[in-house]
Nanobody, 122 residues
Framework: QVQLVESGGGLVQAGGSLRLSCAASGRTFSNYAMGWFRQAPGKERRFVAGISRNGFIKNYVEFVKGRFTISRDNAQNTVWLQMNSLKPEDTAVYYC???????????????WGQGTQVTVSS
C-alpha cells in the first residue's frame, strides 16, 4: 500500500500561483510514477501532469503546459505541482496518484490521495 496526502491548496486570485505537495508513505516511493489529476464541479476527473519514477520524463495536458510544473524528490517521498498564471478554470479538487508508469487514465493509477481544493477567483 501507498498512502498519499496532498496539501497546498487554497484560494488564489487569477494570475497567482500555488504549489501543491503530495507526501507518500508506505512502499518505496521511487518504484512509482506519479500523476496529478483534477476534478472540477460537475465534471469528470482529468489528468493534469505525470512524472516518471526517476523524474526524467514529464508529461502535461495541453491546457497547463507552460504554466504548471511537476517535480519530485524521491529522498523526501514527495511530488509537487507548481501552478503559475492560474485561471478561474483551474478551479478544482486536485489529486495525486501513484502508478506503475506515467499514464493519463485514472485506472492506470493504483493509489490516490484524498485531494486538495484549489479555487481561483477572477
Amino acid at each position: 500500500q501507498v498512502q498519499l496526502v496532498e496539501s497546498g491548496g487554497g484560494l488564489v486570485q487569477a494570475g497567482g500561483s500555488l504549489r501543491l505537495s503530495c507526501a507518500a508513505s508506505g512502499r518505496t516511493f521511487s518504484n512509482y510514477a506519479m500523476g496529478w489529476f483534477r476534478q472540477a464541479p460537475g465534471k469528470e476527473r482529468r489528468f493534469v501532469a505525470g512524472i516518471s519514477r526517476n523524474g526524467f520524463i514529464k508529461n502535461y495536458v495541453e491546457f497547463v503546459k507552460g504554466r504548471f510544473t511537476i517535480s519530485r524528490d524521491n529522498a523526501q517521498n514527495t511530488v509537487w505541482l507548481q501552478m503559475n498564471s492560474l485561471k478561474p478554470e483551474d478551479t478544482a479538487v486536485y489529486y495525486c496518484a501513484a502508478g506503475t508508469y506515467i499514464a493519463t487514465i485514472e485506472d492506470d493509477y493504483a493509489y490516490w490521495g484524498q485531494g486538495t481544493q484549489v479555487t481561483v477567483s477572477s
